[in-house]
């Protein structure tokens, strides 16, 4: 039986201090960071999941920063992109104003 290997790149967006790393560092490594501290720039996580004995993803994922002055230089980090995960504050009306 053949096997196939699917290999994608994520990008994770949302304004700053929403969660984005947390929740690249839980779907990676099981667990929450303790303590938070801003990213620069982009922070890079891989991940391989065995879905079953005929299909492997792999998945390059990337964890963009959220402050305003790196916004320019993330959307070169989308090039490329099989998925985004949009991050997002349900308490913060900024972020659905922005949508607009």
């Known amino acids: 039986m053949s096997s196939f290997v699917f290999k994608g790149k994520m990008v994770i967006v949302g304004d700053i201090a929403v969660g984005k790393t947390s929740l690249a560092s839980r779907f990676v490594e099981d667990k929450f960071p ?3 501290i801003a990213s620069v720039g982009v922070a890079y996580f891989t ?13 390059d994922i ?11 230089i993330n ?7 099989a998925a985004a995960v949009i991050v997002f504050d349900l308490t913060q009306k900024a972020f659905f104003s922005a949508l607009k």
């Open 47 to 59: 991940k391989t999941l065995v879905v079953d004995e005929h299909l492997t993803v792999k998945f």
């Open 34 to 36: 303790k303590n938070h």
């Open 75 to 81: 959307k070169l980090y989308y090039r490329g992109a």
């Open 62 to 72: 990337w964890d963009t920063a959220g402050q305003e002055r790196y916004r320019s």
